[in-house]
C-alpha cells in the first residue's frame, strides 16, 4: 500500500514562495507512479493542480497556476516537488498530493488511486 505524506505548508504573504514535498513512506518507491497535486479551499470544488508522469517526461498544470507553479520530481529521495511562486491570496488551500501505479498524466484534473493527508497553505497579508 502507498503511502503518500505530504509536507511544506504554511503561511505566505502574497508573490511569496513555498515549496511543497510529496514522500512516499514504506517500501514502496515512487518510481512507477505518476503523482498529482490537487487543492481545495472551503466552500469550493476540488481543483487539480499539476501533475508528473511516472516517467518524468510529461508535465501539466491548470491554467489558474501556469507559469507560478513547477512539479518536479527525484526518485532517488524518492519525492514530488511543487514549487509555488508569486502565490496568491485564492491559492489558499490544502494541497494534496496523489499518485497512480503508471499514470501518465494526461491532465492535471485526473483523480489518482493514492491521497495524503493534506497539507495547509494559506497566502495573506
Known amino acids: 500500500q502507498l503511502q503518500l505524506v505530504e509536507s511544506g505548508g504554511g503561511l505566505v504573504q502574497p508573490g511569496g514562495s513555498l515549496r511543497l514535498s510529496c514522500a512516499a513512506s514504506?517500501?514502496?518507491?515512487?518510481?512507477?507512479?505518476?503523482v498529482g497535486w490537487f487543492r481545495q479551499a472551503p466552500g469550493k470544488e476540488r481543483e487539480g493542480v499539476s501533475c508528473?508522469?511516472?516517467?518524468?517526461?510529461?508535465?501539466k498544470y491548470a491554467d489558474s497556476v501556469k507559469g507560478r507553479f513547477t512539479i518536479s520530481r527525484d526518485n532517488v529521495k524518492n519525492t514530488v516537488y511543487l514549487q509555488m511562486n508569486s502565490l496568491k491570496p485564492e491559492d489558499t488551500a490544502i494541497y494534496y498530493c496523489?499518485?497512480?501505479?503508471?499514470?501518465?498524466?494526461?491532465?492535471?484534473?485526473?483523480?489518482?488511486?493514492?491521497w495524503g493527508q493534506g497539507t495547509q497553505v494559506t497566502v495573506s497579508s
Open positions: 496523489t499518485a497512480s501505479y503508471l499514470y501518465r498524466c494526461s491532465s492535471p484534473g485526473v483523480p489518482n488511486d493514492y
Open positions: 508528473i508522469s511516472y516517467s518524468g517526461d510529461s508535465r
Open positions: 514504506g517500501a514502496i518507491t515512487l518510481d512507477f507512479y505518476g
